[in-house]
Nanobody, 119 residues
Framework: VQLQESGPGLVKPSQTLSLTCTVSGASVTSNYYYWNWIRQDPRKGLEWMGAMTSSGSTSFSPSLKSRASMSRDTSTNQFTLHLSSVTPEDSAVYYC????????????WGQGTQVTVGS
């Protein structure tokens, strides 16, 4: 399974950040697959942000306080993270990854994309 993140490298404060993960080697509707977003900030370490199941159900970290949502496009085999009202604290490297069978075991990762929030 291969994953590739794409999106803007720079976002202004208060805007909505949208990052897309393109998947190959599996379908975003495959049973027992959980599609995740994780970010890494050198000051905070790795933070799990949210996940989407094969049926399209989503769950998110409480720390994001409802700012996060996810969508998917089954025709292009992509899933997208939307993070609203971003602040400089949201600057990080963002990764998409997939868990197979076990939700908290991350089997395959994208290479990551740096996002900076600033004006």
């Amino acid at each position: 399974v291969q994953l590739q993140e794409s999106g803007p490298g720079l976002v202004k404060p208060s805007q909505t950040l949208s990052l897309t993960c393109t998947v190959s080697g599996a379908s975003v509707t495959s049973n027992y697959y959980y599609w995740n977003w994780i970010r890494q900030d050198p000051r905070k370490g790795l933070e799990w942000m949210g996940a989407m199941t094969s049926s399209g159900s989503t769950s998110f970290s409480p720390s994001l306080k409802s700012r996060a949502s996810m969508s998917r496009d089954t025709s292009t085999n992509q899933f997208t993270l939307h993070l609203s009202s971003v602040t400089p604290e949201d600057s990080a490297v963002y990764y998409c990854c997939v868990s197979i069978y076990l939700p908290l075991k991350y089997d395959y990762w994208g290479q990551g994309t740096q996002v900076t929030v600033g004006s």
